[in-house]
């Protein structure tokens, strides 16, 4: 038991320094003007963040609707975390959904850098959950 834990451990490390190296990721995808590519990594910076807390709460999915829907209902719905950080999540795979199966689909650099900058709020919440 006590080997299973510091895997899960571990993962959750992993998951969470995931999240923080795509931060620099995304700045690099912005410095080039990838905005596309940006907003994909946007939301798989907090996605992995939310991967670390799930295993930290002991909820298993790889589903994204999954863990957003359990992510709303154990911390937005309780008041645990401020509601935005919920709108923030849902509209960031919107936007990555749209990024990368809608057509003709662009992103102004404006829009870019506010979910950034929303995108470095939420990891900085939810981290300390974490």
């Known amino acids: 038991m006590e ?10 490390t992993y998951r969470v320094e995931q999240a923080l190296e ?3 990721e995304v700045e690099i995808q912005i410095e080039n003007n990838f905005f596309s590519t940006a907003i994909n ?6 996605f992995y963040l939310l991967l670390a807390l799930s295993l930290k709460n002991n909820f298993k999915t790889s589903k994204h609707n999954q863990l957003i829907g359990w992510f709303n209902k154990e911390f937005i719905k309780t008041g645990k975390v401020e509601k ?7 509209k960031a795979f919107e936007d990555r959904s749209d ?14 850098l ?4 929303e995108m470095k709020e939420f990891i900085s919440q939810i981290k300390k959950l974490i």
């Open 41 to 46: 990594r946007i939301y798989y910076g907090m």
């Open 3 to 12: 080997s299973m834990h510091k895997e899960i451990q571990k993962l959750i």
């Open 99 to 112: 990024g990368d199966y809608g057509i003709y689909i662009t992103f102004e650099k404006e829009e870019v």
């Open 114 to 117: 506010q979910r950034f900058e």
């Open 22 to 24: 795509t931060i620099n």
């Open 84 to 90: 935005k950080f919920g709108r923030i999540i849902h």
